[in-house]
């Protein structure tokens, strides 16, 4: 009986964590992001994206595009993924792709300062620097490893989008007001989040419904868990329901648009706009509280809707909603997987057991910061004060750096995901260098917080790069000569 007990208590801790997930973090994050990954492979001829990101263009200019793009994007591990499977399914190369993915969820500008102003500019300013580092280092080391196939890559790209014309103003503007209807759902501005005007609507027993999933999902915010609300049950199912017509109207899509394809459009919009509002359940009603996000939201919807009917050409609607489905089919399916997972192991981990393992800056400690942020991934922003009860718990400042470093990087579901857009060996090749460079990361703070002088430090770092950078040097040299070689093969 304890045995069904304990087993039952997993399940529900991972129903749990996927259905606060899919509440919060879905809608005004991720559907966003999907659409801008359609957008970007519908709309966005491949010469746009190989003119900063190519595997051809010129290091200096393409690493620090994409690192640039990610600090800039305030989004975290799962929004990421769509727009990274967005450049570089339309020709970006492996090592730009990837400093993209590194970056954009490790220091983007909000994660940096919520860092700055709760744990410590120092170690804000050393997730910066050591990111910037470390997610270019990365992305060259897979464009060294990788570079016959991402030659591959490119010449598939090129046969794919062979002769698409130049990218219309229309579709630019349609691209920009996608990526203002991310910021203004993800933001944390105050402008924001200040409620301009309140709705009381009578409609009783959501108080109690919302009591009750309090007691059927338990939580504990300081872990950084977080709750399943009335609301959240309200877009969960909204969610079922814009799956239900995607598939009858966007699945086959290239026969033909029909009724389905814009009940499913519209049923996005107006979910966006049910995810904006505040909502506050009381005894004999509910309190909608309409906020700056939701009129962002709105403005948006509007706008993106009259731009699908009247700006974009029917091709183009049709290969943007298309694309869009595309990426909703690959990826949320193994998100669900990947959250569900993650629910249920957090229940098995104690952070309390990081005071016996990671209360010093070793090895091992900054390796179990790392780990940790495998299996106990929080979304951006959500992982600072997390990171400070690891810090109130004995965490050394060294491993937590590894942590803060990691986490959004090789959180599950974000590898299960990433080796289904760039393959198996790609995938677990990078997450094999990102925990190698995110423990190097947390050996490094933590010896200056143990009072190593930060000049020794830069030189251990530039001795260590610098031998790593003539290995891999010599290692593509000597690919590039037996490739050269006579009887050499190039398939």
């Known amino acids: 009986m304890e045995i069904l007990d304990f087993i ?3 399940v529900q801790g991972g129903l749990g964590n996927l259905a606060a997930y899919l509440a919060a973090h879905v809608l005004l994050c991720l559907l966003p992001a999907f659409y801008i990954a359609g957008a970007m492979t519908a709309l966005i001829p491949k010469e746009t994206i190989t003119r900063f990101l190519g595997r051809n263009t010129p290091k200096y200019i393409s690493y620090p595009a994409s690192a640039a793009a990610g600090f800039l994007l305030a989004v975290c591990s799962c929004t990421v993924i769509p727009l990274f499977a967005g450049i570089y399914k339309k020709g970006a190369g492996i090592g730009p792709a990837i400093t993209f993915l590194f970056v954009a969820p490790a220091i983007n500008i909000l994660a940096l300062a919520y860092t700055g102003s709760v744990i410590g500019m120092d170690l804000a300013i050393a997730r910066l620097v050591l990111s910037l580092v470390f997610g270019i280092g990365v992305g060259i080391i897979m464009a060294l490893i990788f570079s016959k196939q991402d030659a591959e890559h490119d010449r598939a790209t090129d046969a794919m ?26 933001f944390q501005f105050e402008f924001l989040k200040q409620s301009y ?22 939580f504990d915010p300081a872990k950084g868990e977080e709750g399943v609300t009335a609301q959240g049950v309200i877009l969960i199912g909204m969610l079922v ?5 995607s598939w009858k109207g966007i699945e086959k899509i290239h026969d033909g648009f029909n009724a389905w394809t814009w009940i499913s459009t519209a049923m996005v919009g107006l979910t966006l706009l049910i995810a904006a509002l505040g909502f506050t359940p009381y005894a004999g009603g509910v309190t909608l509280a309409l906020t700056g996000k939701f009129f962002g939201v709105l403005v948006s919807v509007i706008a993106l809707g009259w731009m699908i009917k ?12 298309w694309e869009s489905w595309r990426f909703v089919k690959q990826i949320f399916p193994l998100l669900i997987v990947g959250v569900f997972a993650v629910g ?9 057991w990081i005071q016996a393992i990671a209360g010093q800056n070793t090895l091992l400690g900054n390796f179990v910061g790392v780990v940790f942020g495998v299996f106990m991934y929080f979304p951006t922003l959500v992982e600072v004060p997390i990171a400070q009860m ?10 937590l750096l590894a942590y803060l470093i990691s986490d959004p990087e090789l959180s599950l579901q ?5 080796a289904t857009i760039i393959g198996r060996l790609r995938a677990w090749v990078y997450v094999f260098w990102v925990a190698l460079f995110s423990t190097l990361a947390g050996l490094i703070y933590g010896s200056w917080v143990d009072g190593t002088s930060i000049g020794l430090l830069a030189l251990y770092l530039a001795v260590f790069l610098a031998a790593m950078a003539g290995v891999l040097w010599w290692v593509n040299r000597r690919g590039q000569a037996q490739a050269e070689a006579p009887g050499a093969t190039t398939d």
């Open 161 to 186: 989008f062979a002769g698409q014309a130049a990218m219309r103003r229309a579709a630019l503007i349609f691209m920009l007001v996608l990526v203002a209807l991310l910021v203004a759902g993800t």
């Open 8 to 10: 039952l208590k997993l």
């Open 197 to 218: 005007a309140q709705i009381n609507l009578p409609i009783g027993g959501l108080d109690r419904l919302q009591d009750g999933l309090f007691q059927l999902v338990p």
């Open 390 to 399: 690891f810090l109130s718990l004995g965490m050394h400042r060294g491993p």
């Open 414 to 418: 974000s590898i299960l995901i990433t």
């Open 310 to 321: 009247s700006a974009l050409t029917e091709a183009e609607t049709r290969d943007f909603l």
């Open 344 to 352: 249920i192991i957090r229940m098995l981990i104690q952070p309390e």
């Open 241 to 245: 329901l814009i799956g239900l017509t």
